[in-house]
Every structure is written in C-alpha cells, then in structure tokens.
C-alpha cells in the first residue's frame, strides 16, 4: 500500500509549497511570511523523503526475519560471565 506517513507529510509539503508560492504572488516579493514557510516546506519535503525511504528498510528487515524463535533458544543464548569472557572483575 504505502506509508501514510509519508502520504501525510507530502500532503503538508505540497500545501506550504502552495502557500508561500499564494503569499510571493500576493504581496510582490517574498517578506518573512514567504521565507518562514519556504524553510518549513523544506523541512517537510526532507522528512517526506525519509518516510518514504523508511517503509523499504522495514519491509526488508521483515522479509529477513523468516526463522521462528522459541523460548528454548533464548535461554541457551544468555550473556556469559564477564571474568570467564576475559574482563577484569574491579577491585575497590
């Protein structure tokens, strides 16, 4: 389907791109108003981007994770001792 949050934040980025290109035709030239959502439209085309790209890493790692775990394997898998592994246990 898609990432709806990358739907949502394009939908933001192409209503301040209609905004501050509405404030540039009324006023004549670009004032604050026209700099300030010129610098969020910014901000919001780079987090749509990231969204975007987002949604194929995730689906990627799902793809990898085929092999079931059990709680058997999570019980071998515990943290060895630390002065067996080869760190020094301090002394105060």
């Not at 501050?20 to 670009?30: E, H, K, P």
């Not at 994770?65 to 071998?76: F, G, I, K, N």
């Amino acid at each position: 389907m898609g990432n709806p949050r990358a739907k949502v934040l394009g939908f933001i980025f192409v209503m301040l791109s209609l905004a501050s290109i509405y404030f540039v035709a009324r006023v004549g030239s670009i004032d604050a108003r026209a700099w300030s959502l010129l610098a969020l439209t910014a901000l919001f085309a780079l987090a749509t981007v990231i969204a975007f790209f987002q949604e194929e890493e995730s689906e990627l790692t799902q793809a990898t994770r085929l092999t079931p775990t059990s709680h058997e394997d999570t019980e071998v898998q515990g943290l060895p001792d630390p002065a067996e592994a080869g760190f020094d246990v301090p002394i105060l």
